[in-house]
C-alpha cells in the first residue's frame, strides 16, 4: 500500500505561482511513477503531468506545458509541482496519484491516489 497526501493549494491570483507537494508512505517510492491529475467541477478528472520512477523522463498535458513543472525527491518520498503563470482555468481539485512500475498520461494505471488539494485561480 502507498500513502499520498497532497498540500499546497489554495487561492492565488492569476499570473501567479502555488508548488503543489505530494509525500508518500508505505512501499518504496523509488519504484512508482508519478502523477498530477485534476479535476474542476463538473468535469472528469484529466491528466496534468507524471514523472518516471527514474526521474529520467516526464510528460505533461498540452494546457501546461512551459508553465508547470513536475519533479520529485526519492530522499523525501515527495513529488512537487511548480505551476506558474497560473490561469483561472486551471482551477480544480489536484490529486497525485501512484503507479508501480508505469508513468504516463493514462488514469486507470494509477494504482493509489490522494484526496486532492484544492487549488482556485481568480481574475
Known amino acids: 500500500q502507498v500513502q499520498l497526501v497532497e498540500s499546497g493549494g489554495g487561492l492565488v491570483q492569476a499570473g501567479g505561482s502555488l508548488r503543489l507537494s505530494c509525500a508518500a508512505s508505505?512501499?518504496?517510492?523509488?519504484?512508482?511513477?508519478m502523477g498530477w491529475f485534476r479535476q474542476a467541477p463538473g468535469k472528469e478528472r484529466e491528466f496534468v503531468a507524471a514523472?518516471?520512477?527514474?526521474?529520467?523522463?516526464?510528460w505533461y498535458a498540452d494546457p501546461v506545458k512551459g508553465r508547470f513543472t513536475i519533479s520529485r525527491d526519492n530522499a523525501k518520498n515527495t513529488v512537487y509541482l511548480q505551476m506558474n503563470s497560473l490561469k483561472p482555468e486551471d482551477t480544480a481539485r489536484y490529486y497525485c496519484?501512484?503507479?508501480?512500475?508505469?508513468?504516463?498520461?493514462?488514469?486507470?494505471?494509477?494504482?493509489?491516489w490522494g484526496q486532492g488539494t484544492q487549488v482556485t485561480v481568480s481574475s
Open positions: 496519484a501512484a503507479a508501480e512500475y508505469y508513468s504516463g498520461s493514462v488514469y486507470s494505471r494509477y494504482n493509489y
Open positions: 508505505g512501499r518504496t517510492f523509488s519504484s512508482y511513477g
Open positions: 514523472i518516471s520512477w527514474s526521474d529520467s523522463m516526464t
